[in-house]
Structures are given as C-alpha cells and as structure tokens.
C-alpha cells in the first residue's frame, strides 16, 4: 500500500515574528488535511527561529519562541547559533524548559564532554510501520561555543557516522541541518541520508534539489518561504518510492488568519512591555548621525575601550540606529538604539598592522556602503568613530602619542570586524578576546549608568 509522508519546515526566522502568523495558519490547516485523510505529517524548524533583535525576544530570553513552537506543534527543532552563541550558556539551559517537541543536535557538549539533558543527537519518529531517524548538527562556532563554557565538535563527523548507524536501524534518515548549502552538498555526496533540511546560510531550493539520491531542501530566511517535502512510502516494502520538495511563499501563498493584524500588534505591545524597565534618567537628548559626528557613537566607542581594558577603539557610527530622548532611558530604548547581537572584541596588533586598519577606515567608500549579515542589523557602514586615536595626515597618535610600529596595542572594536569581511589584519590577527555574552548595547547601558 502506498502513502506519502508530509515533511513542514521552517527555518532561520530570526524572530520576524510579522511573518508567523500566516505560516502557523498554513501548518494548522494542512495538518488537518493530511490527519483527515490518514496521512502522516512532520514539522521541523531548522534554528535560528531565536533573534535577540526582536524586544519580545530579548525580553523573554527565546522563551516566547518555544510558545509559538509549542503552538504551532513542531515535532522536533534544530539549534541555530543564534539559539546557541547569542544566549548566555544559564539561558541556552533553561530555553527549552517548557518545550513540547524535542531538540536536535549531535555535536553540542558541555565543558566536561557530556550531552545537556534538553537535547538529543537523534530521535526516531513512525508513520505506520515506517521507522524515521532524525538526527542534526549546528555551524561550528568553536571559539565562541568555547567562551560560553560549551563544546562543540565537527558536525559532519558527528552527522556521517550517526547517519551510517541510523541507516542500519531506521527506513528513513532525516537531517535537520543547521551548517549551511555547501556543507549540505558535501553531507549528501557523502553519506545516504534521504532529506536533508537546510538552514543557516538562508538559501532557498524552490523545488528541492538532489545529490547521489539525497533530496536538499531549504526554505530561505525571515519566514518569507515555508517548506514542503512530500515522501511516498511502500509500507509493505518500509521503501521510499519518489520525495519532492517546495516551498511558499509566505506573503503571495499563504492565507492570512483573521486574527493576523491582531497578532502583530501583540507581538510588539508585549516586546515593548517586557523591556520597559527604566535604566537611567537623562537630562539632555543623546543624539547620533551615521555621516557627522554625535554624541552617542563616540560614548559608546568610549565605553568600548574602558569596558574592554584596551589601548584605543573605534566603530562604525551606523552601528548605532537612533537616539535616546531626555527623560527616562529604558531597556526598551536601549535596545531599539542597538539590537544587534554584536559582542566587543579586542585584537591584539602590532603598531604597523594597526596603522595599515585605520589608513583604511578612511577610504571615502565607507560611510555609505550597505551591510548584510555579521550580526548587524542596521542599513548602512556610517563614518567610522575613534577614542583615543588622531590622524594627522599621516602621522597617528594612541592616546596622545605617536603610534609605535613595532609595539602591540590593543584594540577594541566589533566582533563583526574579525570575520574576514572587511579588514585582513583583524581577521588574521593571532590574539583577539571576545566578549560574550554582553552585547553592544550592555555596554552603552553600563557607560549610561556611570553619567
């Protein structure tokens, strides 16, 4: 006899929460189709459904996204590294206390080796006599995963040799991958994993796509696709007969519940209540503007060199995305003013390589240019702040003397500034020393309360 499965996932939301009211519409709905007409149906999320930049989100510390996990009957989720890298290591642990569904990942341990009571590296699910193994894995982030007192090992290690076992004693192998396409790819050029879930580097595979008999999907990013993969199964045979994959669109595909514009404006009356807890009394207005100076970017590269201990420091002003009124200053305030999950950073660097970075932030290119990724959630570079560094023409002053090429100096800037993408030497760099889990905006909120 012949029957098809129905696989519904999600992935990388990032708490774009404006999108989810229509997508846990869809899923109720077609999972009410599929039981009446005796059809088994999974759903899974992929990670990164946790995004500290959302105030509900950062107010409740991801728990109100396990709710809407909770709500919408997710079957099993995979952990992102927002859920694992943005979270204090207390919070990552307590994230999932009231979740109705199981978490994924076979390459996450504790300091000590051991596996944290909330997750598993698989779990099996039926549909009739069909026996399904899901199993899943997280980006590698290991200096990060490090500083908070986790250990995480090679996730395609873990995931090939799990999949090989899993395949002796399951009918079907799921991945729920939280790595990224070209990972995926080599996953399945490697291993007979059936599905491959798809997530992290937010790519969209509209009707799926098939590697040595492995079916990828993936749904994108911000809840703009939700996912389809349709599996016929001989149950007599326990065999896969043919699996396909879609996606919808979310805005032009999916149907909005009644209730949609209700949802919304709770998502944000609620974020904004639970961060309204005052911080500091301001007399004045603190402004900021992305392509002149103001107050508020240099504070806050003021309080990245006092905060991190370090020799100088500088920023980009379009870090910093509004102002801060006189009067009462919230949490709420704070965090609308920097919501990135952006932590301090301090890189060691010789003089000459230091005066090489700073020859750079001056290229005429940067104030305007627009930023993707890395954390950020602003528009655009801004012009580029200093403390305790002058340029005069050429010549460069550290704290009121000429710049030392031979000597090392600490420099504090943003962890997004390591990553490759924009300057060599501080991706390069031998010594840098995050700062986790504190954010930007502890930071500034740490310096607000010293005025």
Known sequence: MEKTIHIYHTNDLHSHF??????????????????????CTLTFDIGDHVDRAHPLTEGTLGSFNVELLNQSKFD???IGNNEGITLPKEALNRLYDRAEFTVICANLFDKMGGRPDWVLPYRFFHAGDMKIAVTSATAQYTTFYEQLGWTITDPLNELRNLIKMLKKRADMVIVLSHLGMYDDEKLAEET??????????????HEGKEINGTLLAAAGRYGYFAGHVEIEINEETRSIRKKRARVYETNRSLEAPADERLQQETFSSEGKKALSVPVVHLEHELNSDWFQPSVLPLMLTEALTEWCNADCSFLNAGVVLG????????????????????????????????????RQTRDEQWPHMQIKGLG????VMGRFVYDK????????????????????????????????HYFVELHRAPVKTYFMPEFLRDVLEWKLLKL
Do not use: S
Not at 192 to 205: Q, R, Y
Not at 329 to 337: E, F, M, N, Q, R
Not at 347 to 355: M, P, S, V
């Open 18 to 39: 404006e999108n989810w009211p229509r997508i846990a519409h869809f899923l109720k709905e077609r999972r009410r189709i599929h039981e009446e007409a005796g059809e």
């Open 76 to 78: 099993a989720v995979a």
């Open 192 to 205: 007979e994993a059936d599905v491959i879930l798809g997530a992290h580097t937010h790519h969209v595979f």
């Open 323 to 358: 102002h801060l009124p006189a009067g009462t200053v919230t949490k709420y305030d704070i965090h609308g003013l920097l919501p990135h999950p952006i932590n301090p950073c301090v890189i060691e660097l010789k003089g000459a390589e230091l005066a090489e970075v700073l």
């Open 376 to 379: 950020f959630r602003g528009k």
């Open 389 to 420: 560094i002058e340029m005069d023409g050429q010549v460069i002053y550290i704290d009121g003397k000429p710049l030392d090429m031979k000597r090392i100096y600490k420099l504090a800037t943003l962890d997004m500034f390591t990553y490759g």
